[in-house]
């Protein structure tokens, strides 16, 4: 099973939709994290969760809705989103996320949003 | 002021070619980590390595080497005899101390090795 999986991998939805990412770990780890990829902008952390709880939010509008029922999974829940919402959206984890540590994250493959 | 700076959008290479890939940063930490990630076609972003600020030794796993010197603030990636499987985007990124774990990526460097 590889360390991290999102689903689904490709996603077309309309701006009136209501769809979910999902993202799933398998490395034991305590914080995850959603990062949005556009084109020629560097990676935008959006969100991060560490033991299930929210602990930053980059000033993300609130058409997006994480969630992080357990320390396994994460979700991004998106509804009424634009066209330049269109974009890579990346789920990393990592082991902790505490000031005064580092450790390195590892990312899914990304869920491919396209936004008509 | 950006962080991270990869001044190189797009590089060609001819295979079996050397390429150096760029990465200069800015941070007023004293310890901070830099990583190296490689994103092929498929999307994935692939960890490369991750440095301290207080190692300033060179590394090198087999084709890839990466030259820190704090002297410059740059952190540059060595592909040696690149091949086609070389060819994705490498994106440089920083960790402060002082920011817990968050990441702030360069903007990337394509690299496209032509057979």
């Known amino acids: 099973e590889t360390g991290v999986t999102q689903t689904p991998r490709h996603l077309v939805m309309g701006m009136t939709n209501k769809k979910s990412l999902k993202c799933e770990q398998h490395l034991g780890h305590n914080a995850m994290y959603w990062y949005k990829q556009s084109a020629k902008k560097p990676l935008e952390l959006m969100f991060v969760?560490?033991?299930?709880?929210?602990?930053e939010n980059n000033s993300v509008p609130s058409r997006f809705s994480p969630e992080c029922p357990n320390s396994s999974h994460l979700f991004l829940h998106l509804h009424t989103l634009q066209p330049e919402d269109s974009a890579l959206y990346l789920c990393a984890s990592s082991r902790g996320w505490l000031a005064g540590e580092t450790d390195t994250q590892y990312f899914g493959p990304g869920t491919r949003l396209t936004v008509l | 002021a950006q962080k991270v700076t990869q001044a190189q959008t797009e590089i060609s290479v001819v295979e079996k070619e050397d390429v150096t890939l760029d990465c200069v940063y800015e941070t007023r930490d004293t310890t901070y980590y830099l990583f190296w990630y490689k994103q092929p076609p498929s999307g994935e972003l692939v960890f490369l390595i991750r440095r301290n600020s207080f190692d300033e030794q060179n590394e090198i796993s087999g084709r890839y080497s990466w030259n820190f010197q704090k002297s410059t603030s740059s952190f540059n990636f060595t592909i040696t005899a690149s091949q086609v499987v070389d060819s994705a985007v490498y994106f440089c990124a920083l960790s402060e101390e002082s920011g817990a774990n968050n990441l702030f990526f360069g903007t990337g460097t394509r690299l496209t090795v032509i057979p």
């Open positions: 969760y560490s033991l299930e709880e929210r602990v």
